[in-house]
Antibody
Framework: EVQLVESGGGLVQPGGSLRLSCAASGFSFSGSWMSWVRQAPGKGLEWVTN????????YYVDSVKGRFTISRDNANNSLYLQMNSLSAEDTAVYHCARVRILSSRSLFDSWGQGTLVTVSS | DIVMTQSPDSLAVSLGERATINCKSS????????????LAWYQQRPGQPPKLLIYWASTRESGVPDRFSGSGSGTDFTLTISSLQAEDVAVYYCQQHYDTPTFGQGTKLEIK
C-alpha cells in the first residue's frame, strides 16, 4: 500500500522559512516522479512543484520560483520542500503526491494527508 | 496556463439519482500524439486527501466503482455518477494533464 506522510508544517512569520518532509513507503520511491500540491483553507488545489526520480529535473509554479526548493533523498525514501520568504498567500495544506507521467505530463495518483503551513504575524 | 472552470460550484442529489459535474478548459486538451483528452477527475471526501478517479477523460483508475464515468472532448468534459451513494459526498476536481497541471475550483456534491 502506498503511504505518504508529510511533516514539518506549522506557524511561521511572514518572510520566514520552513522545511517540509514527506516519508514514502509501499512503492518504488526512487523510480517515481514526486510532487507537492497545496490547498489554501477552503480553496481548491494548486500544483506547486515536481521532481524527477534522479532529482535532476525540477519544475515550479511561477508564484514560488526562487523561493521554494524541492529535493529528495532516495536512500531514505524522503521528499522535501524548502520554503523561504513566505507570505500569507503561501498559507495552505501542503500535500506530497506521487506523480504518474502520461505523455510527458503529470497527474497525481497517490496523495498524503498533508501538513498545514500558516504564515501569519 | 490553461484555466479550468467547473460547474456548478455545488449540487445536491438524492440517493440513487444521477449526478453530473461539468468542467471546461480554456483551450483544447486533446493530445494529438494519441488522440486522447488529457483530463483527470479527483474526489476529495471530507478530511481526506484527493483520490484519483479518472484520467484520459474516461479511463477509470483501478478500484474505482463503475458508477463513476467520464466523458467529453476538446474543451468540455463531464463526470457522471450514475446512482449516488452516501459515500460519494465529496468535492470533485478536474485537472488537465495536457500542460503544466491546473485544477478546476471544485464542485461540492451533497445529498438532497
Amino acid at each position: 500500500e502506498v503511504q505518504l506522510v508529510e511533516s514539518g508544517g506549522g506557524l511561521v512569520q511572514p518572510g520566514g522559512s520552513l522545511r517540509l518532509s514527506c516519508a514514502a513507503s509501499g512503492f518504488s520511491f526512487s523510480g517515481s516522479w514526486m510532487s507537492w500540491v497545496r490547498q489554501a483553507p477552503g480553496k481548491g488545489l494548486e500544483w506547486v512543484t515536481n521532481i524527477n526520480p534522479e532529482g535532476s529535473e525540477k519544475y515550479y509554479v511561477d508564484s514560488v520560483k526562487g523561493r521554494f526548493t524541492i529535493s529528495r533523498d532516495n536512500a531514505n525514501n524522503s521528499l522535501y520542500l524548502q520554503m523561504n520568504s513566505l507570505s500569507a498567500e503561501d498559507t495552505a495544506v501542503y500535500h506530497c503526491a506521487r506523480v504518474r507521467i502520461l505523455s510527458s505530463r503529470s497527474l497525481f495518483d497517490s496523495w498524503g494527508q498533508g501538513t498545514l503551513v500558516t504564515v501569519s504575524s | 496556463d490553461i484555466v479550468m472552470t467547473q460547474s456548478p460550484d455545488s449540487l445536491a442529489v438524492s440517493l440513487g439519482e444521477r449526478a453530473t459535474i461539468n468542467c471546461k478548459s480554456s483551450q483544447s486538451v486533446l493530445n494529438s500524439s494519441n488522440n486522447k483528452n488529457s483530463l483527470a477527475w479527483y474526489q476529495q471526501r471530507p478530511g481526506q486527501p484527493p483520490k484519483l478517479l479518472i484520467y484520459w477523460a474516461s479511463t477509470r483508475e483501478s478500484g474505482v466503482p463503475d458508477r463513476f464515468s467520464g466523458s467529453g472532448s476538446g474543451t468540455d468534459f463531464t463526470l457522471t455518477i450514475s446512482s449516488l451513494q452516501a459515500e460519494d459526498v465529496a468535492v470533485y476536481y478536474c485537472q488537465q494533464h495536457y500542460d503544466t497541471p491546473t485544477f478546476g475550483q471544485g464542485t461540492k456534491l451533497e445529498i438532497k
